[in-house]
């Protein structure tokens, strides 16, 4: 019988051969919003690595949405090019039914910082920093940059600057769209009643706060028809009186009801002062209680790294996928490792394929 990992899933159309997914991870390597050639090999090796979803990165709908110099964006018809030529170099060395995606962002109060290993936190004065944006004006952290709250006609604007990424996404190639309302930035500044503390349509009830992710939704289903479109939230906030799991299953029905297809259920992110109880599997009963509560597909993620631990979610029905960051980052192979210890079909590209023998042999010697 065929391992749960290893059966086909469709969303809104859209079949996946499998259900491993590579989790989107900035590389914080782009030009101006652009992929550079480290994309270009990075989603080369992705694209080979047997998941059957790629989301590939935080992708920043406007200049000033990004976290870092660094991030990829969509706001440009130079972005649009270099992401459809490392795409493009992608599907030629991925094995048929890959599908690959963007995760459609702003960074919002957590924009103008260093990439990590500069150090990340704020930029500082002489390294190009920017006024950031948000909710309301209120800071991540004490010496973080306060944003400047953003005006209504703003807010329509960012809507549109949304659906205008997800036209060029669709251009560029890109199967599907996630939109990235989780971790702290932008969109779930504005689900947040921490971060968000308006007292216009925007803010105040969950209703209002969940307005924005609402209407981004509509106006990115509308611009790009033919992509399926999924979304990733934080599902709790981990704070007393933050976000929490009762406030996601409304925000996933609302979201399943404007088309949106899969939730990719993560946590956290939104202030310093979250209790994150990190472990194996440690947001997986998240993914199962919307999946539940909302009756909308799924994806786990966080701390899965064994194959058989991913299984296991799957075939006890509390995830309909599984996604994985780090373990892709250490084992850029690692869906051919979950193939092998099921003893399913592996689907090398043809320079490859003396290396699957291998594989099956780690793989037996370590059962
Ligand atoms: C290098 C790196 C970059 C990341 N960038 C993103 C991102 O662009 N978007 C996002 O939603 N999560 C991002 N994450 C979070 C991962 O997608 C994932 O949710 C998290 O690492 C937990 O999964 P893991 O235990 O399998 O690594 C990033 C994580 C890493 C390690």
């Known amino acids: 019988m065929t391992a749960s990992l290893f059966q086909p899933i469709t969303l809104d159309g859209l079949t996946f051969p499998n259900r491993i997914a590579v989790a989107p991870m900035c590389q914080y390597s782009a030009e101006d919003g652009s992929a550079s050639d480290w994309h270009l090999y990075h989603w080369m090796n992705l694209a080979m690595s047997g998941a059957g979803m790629i989301t590939v990165e935080m992708t920043d709908v406007e200049r000033r949405g990004r976290i870092s110099h660094g991030c990829l964006g969509l706001y440009s018809d130079d972005n649009e090019a270099a992401a459809k030529r490392a795409l493009d170099a992608a599907r030629r060395v991925a094995p ?27 930029l500082q004065p002489g390294e190009d920093a920017w006024q950031t944006v948000s909710a309301s004006a209120i800071a991540y952290d004490t010496g973080w940059n306060v944003p400047r709250a953003l005006e209504e006609q703003e807010i329509e604007q960012l809507i549109g600057r949304f659906a205008d990424a997800a036209r060029r996404a669709e251009r560029a190639g890109f199967d599907f769209i996630e939109l990235h309302a989780a971790h702290g930035y932008l969109i779930f500044q504005f689900l947040s009643p921490l971060s968000n503390q308006r007292t216009d349509r925007w803010g105040g009830s969950l209703e209002n706060r969940m307005r924005l992710v609402v209407e981004i939704a509509k106006a990115v289903k509308a611009a790009a028809p033919k992509l399926m479109l999924g979304a990733r939230l934080s599902v709790k906030e981990w704070v007393d009186g933050g976000f929490d799991v009762e406030d996601a299953i409304e925000v996933a029905k609302a979201l399943k009801s404007v088309g949106v297809a899969y939730l990719c259920c ?4 939104n202030s310093p002062l979250q209790q994150l109880p990190s472990g194996k599997g440690y947001q997986v009963h998240l993914a199962e209680a919307v999946r539940k509560g909302a009756g909308i597909p799924t994806r786990a993620v966080g701390l899965i790294d064994d194959p058989r631990q991913a299984e296991a979610i799957l075939a006890d029905g509390r995830a309909d996928m599984i996604a994985l960051a780090r373990a892709f980052l250490a084992d850029p192979r690692w869906g051919w490792r979950a193939a092998a210890t099921f003893e399913e079909p592996i689907h090398p590209a043809p320079q490859l394929a003396r290396s699957v023998t291998t594989m099956e042999h780690w793989m037996k010697a370590s059962a």
């Open 96 to 122: 048929a039914g890959t599908k690959f995606g963007t995760q459609l962002a702003h960074a919002g109060r957590k924009a103008s910082n260093r990439r990590p290993w500069e150090g990340g936190g704020p």
């Open 266 to 269: 993560s946590s956290g992110g």
